[in-house]
């Protein structure tokens, strides 16, 4: 990837402000968006060969030294095509069945689709966007390149409320599959504490290169969950929710006729399973060679995007109006507990990686350009475990303290989503063109002109009107939860 040498983040962007005419004069156009040109005398293309030790610099660790520190240059195309599949496809698709349920087949399809193809633009932009800002690690860098320390103070604080919000979905998730497989053993609080403790250790893995393991693990789990819920669906004589005795009618409906509220409800759960954008910074900054990006992001895409439409209208057309939310329950009570069994690695491997990206910014941030970010020095350690186990505590408490969490989760899935995923990528790519007065008007920069707009009018809109949806939704939400309850969550018993 692009590798010139910048001792730190704040003087590689003031010194990217200060010339950003002079770069743009120095750029060629890369389909839509501009690449650095990797002429003799401009920015070096380093690619990092596989194993220890080598050193090199990096844009944003610093000096590299795998033989005396983290490595954090050694994710192979594939491994980030599998993290990005798995940062994707956790219980967030089991909730498309229902989006089937309140729009209809066709709708529910083509929003699915519509989507997926907007998110897959924002992700695309990520990597030609990092290609031309080495120094940009996250969402917080992409703010201070666009709007300054305004512009970073803003999305660090949307990317880490969203990123703790989701360890929190994650650890409340575990424990619903514990208390399904164990038919509620034990209090629910208690498998809160293991699934919080269990996440702590698994995201205080240093690297991305060495969580590639569980993400093929935690792949292999969440599928082997999802196809088992979806071939028991098929197989049983009625769904769980059905009436147990005489005629039932699934009700299948093309197209649906739900109230606008939740309709775009159920349109906010599709950007919630898509929204795995802003962990894809994190991701190609640990690439060996980040021009492979695409390659592995487009690949994680069309598997997700395929998977969504099948389990979604597979597990639709078998249950109809009597589809559970989440889909699991849907399967009856023996193969929920299967199926949950199954899911649990792959529910551990997402709360890993949704609480090591937000720890390791905040890591990034505090020791950029200091001898201890990519040292094993005691320092390094300190702050590395600091960092992921106040992530993984604050999510744990959010998680306990909260008690209609499940709606509180859908109201900052919607207002925090399509910022995560959708408004910051058409910006990204205005910035990048905008100031290239000699490009020619060709069809593609208007088309680029034309998406980048629309995904930015879109994301706006998704966050008004799904903030609506789920204001209506905690609204009507019934209050009997408590804090720490001991409830079950599993409704196994």
């Known amino acids: 990837m692009l590798a010139p040498h910048h001792p730190t983040m704040n003087a590689d962007m003031d010194r990217h402000s200060k010339h950003d005419d002079v770069q743009h004069e120095n750029t060629v156009q890369h389909g839509n968006i501009v690449r650095d040109r990797r002429d003799k005398g401009d920015a070096e293309i380093e690619i990092v060969p596989v194993g220890y030790p080598y050193k090199q610099h990096d844009a944003v660790f610093g000096e590299i030294d795998g033989e005396h520190g983290p490595n954090y240059r050694n994710v192979g195309w594939m491994g980030s ?37 907007m998110v897959t633009w924002s992700d695309w932009v990520v990597g030609c966007f990092k290609l031309n800002h080495p120094e940009v690690y996250g969402l917080a860098d992409v703010g201070f390149v666009l709007f300054g320390k305004v512009g970073r103070e803003v999305l660090a ?20 599959a514990l208390n399904a497989v164990s038919i509620h053993a034990t209090c629910t609080a208690v498998f809160i504490v293991v699934a919080a403790a269990v996440g702590w250790g698994l995201c205080s893995i240093r690297t991305m290169g060495q969580i590639t393991w569980l993400g093929w693990i935690g792949m292999v789990s969440i599928m082997a969950g999802i196809l088992a819920m979806t071939v028991a669906v098929g ?37 919630f399973a898509a929204s795995a954008t802003p962990t894809y910074f994190g991701i190609i900054s640990e690439m060996r060679d980040a021009r492979d990006f695409n390659k592995s992001m487009f690949s994680a895409q069309l598997f997700v995007t395929v998977t969504y439409v099948v389990i979604g209208l597979v597990v639709y057309c078998f249950c109809g109006q009597y589809v559970s939310y989440p889909a699991l329950g849907s399967a009856g009570p023996l193969m929920k507990r299967v199926s949950y069994g199954l899911a649990i690695p792959g529910l551990f491997v997402t709360l890993t990686i949704y609480s090591h990206l937000p720890a390791k910014y905040v890591f990034v941030r505090i020791l950029r350009g200091s001898k201890h970010l990519t040292s094993n020095s005691l320092v390094h350690w300190a702050t590395w475990l600091g960092c992921t186990f106040t992530c993984m505590a604050t999510a744990y408490i959010i998680a306990s303290a909260i ?91």
Request: some cysteine; aromatic content about 10%.
């Open 235 to 271: 197989v049983q004589d009625r769904p769980s929710d059905a009436p147990k005795t005489g005629p039932w009618d699934r009700d299948l409906k093309a197209v649906g006729s739900p109230t606008f509220a939740d309709a775009i409800s159920a349109v906010a759960s599709v950007i």
């Open 157 to 176: 604080t949307s990317f880490t409320i969203y990123m703790i919000f989701v360890c929190g979905s994650g650890l409340v998730s575990i424990s619903t």
């Open 403 to 493: 008690p209609i969490f499940s709606s509180l989760v859908s109201f900052i899935g919607a207002v925090f989503c399509p910022t995560m995923c959708m408004i910051p990528y058409g910006l990204m790519w205005w910035h990048d063109n905008w100031r290239l007065k000699n490009t020619p008007a060709t069809w593609r920069r208007y088309s680029g002109m034309a998406i980048a707009s629309f995904v930015t009018v879109a994301g706006i809109f998704l966050t008004v009107a799904g903030t609506y949806g789920a204001i209506v939704a905690l609204i009507n939400q019934p209050s009997e939860g408590k804090p720490w309850s001991c409830a079950d969550n599993s409704n196994s018993v």
């Open 81 to 117: 095509c599998v993290l990005m599949m798995k940062a994707n496809v956790g219980l967030g698709v089991l909730s498309i069945p229902y989006v089937y349920q309140v729009l209809g087949i066709a709708p529910g399809t083509i929003v699915i689709i519509l989507i997926q193809a």
